[in-house]
C-alpha cells in the first residue's frame, strides 16, 4: 500500500488498544484530517497488535520528517509552521474554553501519570536538580533553587507537596514532544501522531511538554537567546 506507515507491533496489546480507542474517541472529532496522522487499519492477535497510520508525505519524494528532525538540521522554519498550523488548531478544538472542566486535585495527577512507581519522584528530583546544576551554573538554597538573579521552588516541592490543589482541565494530546509532530509537502503540512495518552489534563501540558522538547532538541550551537 503506498503512502503508509505502521507505527510499531508491541508485545502487548494493551497500549494500541488504548491508543486505538483514543483516537476514536478524541482525535477523530478533535482535530481536522490535515493535522493528524490519519489511521487506517488495526490489527491484533492474542499476543500482538499493530495500528496502520497514513504517511503525511510523497514518500517516492519527500519523505516526511519529524520536528526533532527539522530542529537538529537546524531549521527553525519548522517551528514556526507548528506554531502557525497546528497550535492555532487545537484552541480551537481539544484547547477550546467550552471544554475546560474544573478538576480537584493537580498533585494526584501528576503522582499517579508520571511518578507512580517506587522512588520515581526522589529520583527525578535529583536528576533535575543534577541537570539544573550543569547547565544553568544553578545553586540550591533549603527548598529554592537559584540560576543568576531568579530564583524557583524546587519543580518537584511545588507541583507534588501533599494537599489537593484545583486546575483547570482539557483535552490533550498528552506526549506532544517534537517526535511526535510530522511535517511534510502536503498541506497543512503539520499533522500529529502517537495518541497513547490523549484525554484529559491540564491546560498547559501540551505546550510545556513541546516547548521541552523544542529545547532539548535545538541545534547545539544556538545561543540561549535565540532559542
Same mark, same amino acid.
Given at each position: +500500500? #503506498?503512502?503508509?506507515?505502521?507505527?510499531?507491533?508491541?508485545?502487548?496489546?494493551?497500549?494500541?488498544?488504548? /491508543?486505538?480507542?483514543?483516537?476514536?474517541?478524541?482525535? #477523530?472529532?478533535?482535530?481536522?484530517?490535515?493535522?493528524?496522522?490519519?489511521?487506517?487499519?488495526?490489527?491484533?492477535?492474542?499476543?500482538?497488535?499493530?495500528?496502520?497510520?497514513?504517511?503525511?508525505?510523497?514518500?517516492?519524494?519527500?519523505? =516526511?520528517?519529524?520536528?526533532?528532525?527539522?530542529?537538529?538540521?537546524?531549521?527553525?522554519?519548522?517551528?514556526?509552521?507548528?506554531? %502557525?498550523?497546528?497550535?492555532?488548531?487545537?484552541?480551537?478544538?481539544?484547547?477550546?474554553?467550552?471544554?475546560?472542566?474544573? %478538576?480537584?486535585?493537580?498533585?494526584?495527577?501528576?503522582? !499517579?501519570?508520571?511518578?507512580?512507581?517506587?522512588?520515581?519522584? !526522589? /529520583?527525578?528530583?535529583?536528576?533535575?536538580?543534577?541537570?539544573?546544576?550543569?547547565?544553568?551554573?544553578?545553586?540550591?538554597?533549603?527548598?529554592?533553587?537559584? +540560576?543568576?538573579?531568579?530564583?524557583?521552588?524546587?519543580?518537584?516541592?511545588?507541583?507534588? =507537596?501533599?494537599?489537593? #490543589?484545583?486546575?483547570? =482541565?482539557?483535552?490533550?494530546?498528552?506526549?506532544?514532544?517534537?517526535?511526535?509532530?510530522?511535517?511534510?509537502?502536503?498541506?497543512?503540512?503539520?499533522?500529529?501522531?502517537?495518541?497513547?495518552?490523549?484525554?484529559?489534563?491540564?491546560?498547559?501540558?501540551?505546550?510545556?511538554?513541546?516547548?521541552?522538547?523544542?529545547?532539548?532538541?535545538?541545534?547545539?550551537?544556538?545561543?540561549?537567546?535565540?532559542?
Amino acid at each position: +500500500i #503506498r503512502d503508509v506507515a505502521v507505527t510499531g507491533v508491541q508485545t502487548c496489546a494493551l497500549p494500541i488498544v488504548t /491508543e486505538r480507542a483514543n483516537y476514536n474517541r478524541f482525535v #477523530r472529532w478533535g482535530v481536522p484530517a490535515g493535522c493528524r496522522a490519519e489511521l487506517l487499519g488495526f490489527a491484533g492477535t492474542r499476543h500482538f497488535a499493530a495500528l496502520c497510520f497514513a504517511d503525511l508525505g510523497d514518500t517516492a519524494r519527500v519523505p =516526511s520528517l519529524t520536528l526533532t528532525r527539522h530542529l537538529q538540521r537546524g531549521n527553525l522554519a519548522a517551528m514556526d509552521a507548528v506554531l %502557525e498550523r497546528c497550535l492555532p488548531v487545537l484552541c480551537d478544538t481539544w484547547y477550546h474554553p467550552s471544554l475546560f472542566r474544573r %478538576e480537584q486535585d493537580l498533585t494526584r495527577r501528576y503522582r !499517579e501519570r508520571y511518578f507512580s512507581t517506587g522512588n520515581a519522584i !526522589e /529520583e527525578t528530583a535529583r536528576a533535575m536538580l543534577a541537570c539544573a546544576l550543569r547547565h544553568f551554573n544553578a545553586r540550591q538554597s533549603g527548598a529554592r533553587l537559584f +540560576i543568576g538573579r531568579q530564583d524557583f521552588p524546587l519543580p518537584h516541592l511545588q507541583s507534588l =507537596s501533599p494537599g489537593k #490543589r484545583q486546575y483547570t =482541565s482539557c483535552i490533550l494530546h498528552g506526549d506532544l514532544n517534537s517526535d511526535n509532530i510530522i511535517l511534510s509537502d502536503r498541506q497543512p503540512g503539520v499533522a500529529m501522531l502517537d495518541f497513547q495518552k490523549t484525554g484529559r489534563g491540564h491546560v498547559l501540558e501540551d505546550l510545556l511538554h513541546l516547548e521541552a522538547s523544542i529545547r532539548i532538541n535545538h541545534p547545539r550551537d544556538a545561543s540561549p537567546a535565540t532559542i
